[in-house]
C-alpha cells in the first residue's frame, strides 16, 4: 500500500530524483531541498512512498495578503512517476496536502497547470477545482531588456501631509 505522508528532511535525496523529472533538470541541490524542509514554515510537502521508494508529491504555499481577511494556499506542484500514474496517488497526494493546510485553517486553495494538460485539469476538476484564468511567468534575466527603474518610496519617507 502506497502511503501519503508529510515529507522529513532525510527525503531529500528522493525528492531531488523526483523533482529534477519534474522540472526537466532545473531543480534544487539535495543541500537546498533539506534546508528549505527543515526552515521553510510557509510550505507544505506531502509525498507517496511505496516501501522505500518516493513515488510522488505534492508541494503547496500559503499566502497572505492584506487584501483578503483569509489567508489561501497555493498548490504549487504535484506529480506522480509515470509507472504509478492512474492508481489515484495524484489525488491522495493533492487531498492530504489540503487537508495540512486546512489544519493551518487555511480553506482557500489556488492551483495553476497548462491549458493543454488534460490529466492535471481532469484531476484537479474531479477534485473541486474550476475557473479558467491564466498565470504568465516572467524570468528578470532573461528579460533585462525589459526592466525599468521605478523609485519606490518606504512608507517612512512619506511626508504625513499627502497622506490624508
Ligand atoms: C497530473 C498527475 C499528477 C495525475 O496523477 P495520477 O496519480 O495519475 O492521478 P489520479 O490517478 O489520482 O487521477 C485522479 C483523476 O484525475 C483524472 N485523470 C488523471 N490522469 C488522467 C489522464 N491522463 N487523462 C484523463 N483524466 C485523468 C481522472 O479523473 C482520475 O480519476 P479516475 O482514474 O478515477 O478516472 C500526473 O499525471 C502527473 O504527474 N503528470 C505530470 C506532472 C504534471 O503535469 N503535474 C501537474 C501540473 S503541475
Known amino acids: 500500500m502506497i ?20 522540472n526537466e533538470g532545473d531543480s534544487n541541490t539535495i543541500e537546498g531541498i533539506s534546508e528549505s524542509l527543515a526552515s521553510n514554515t510557509m510550505e507544505i510537502v506531502c509525498v507517496a512512498n511505496d516501501k522505500e521508494k518516493l513515488v510522488g508529491f505534492c508541494c503547496g504555499q500559503i499566502q497572505a495578503s492584506m487584501c483578503y481577511q483569509y489567508s489561501y494556499a497555493v498548490i504549487t506542484e504535484l506529480y506522480v512517476t509515470d509507472e504509478c500514474r492512474r492508481q489515484g496517488i495524484g489525488r491522495r497526494l493533492l487531498i492530504a496536502t489540503e487537508s495540512e493546510f486546512n489544519k493551518r485553517g487555511v480553506t482557500h486553495f489556488h492551483i495553476a497547470t497548462g491549458d493543454d494538460n488534460t490529466a492535471a485539469l481532469a484531476l484537479y476538476q474531479s477534485c473541486g477545482y474550476e475557473g479558467t484564468s491564466v498565470m504568465l511567468e516572467k524570468d528578470m534575466k532573461a528579460n533585462a531588456d525589459k526592466a525599468l527603474v521605478v523609485p519606490v518610496k518606504s512608507a517612512a519617507s512619506l511626508m504625513p501631509h499627502i497622506c490624508r
Request: avoid cysteine.
Open 3 to 22: 502511503e501519503i505522508r508529510l515529507a522529513q528532511v532525510s527525503d531529500a535525496p528522493k525528492l531531488k530524483r523526483l523533482t529534477h523529472i519534474f
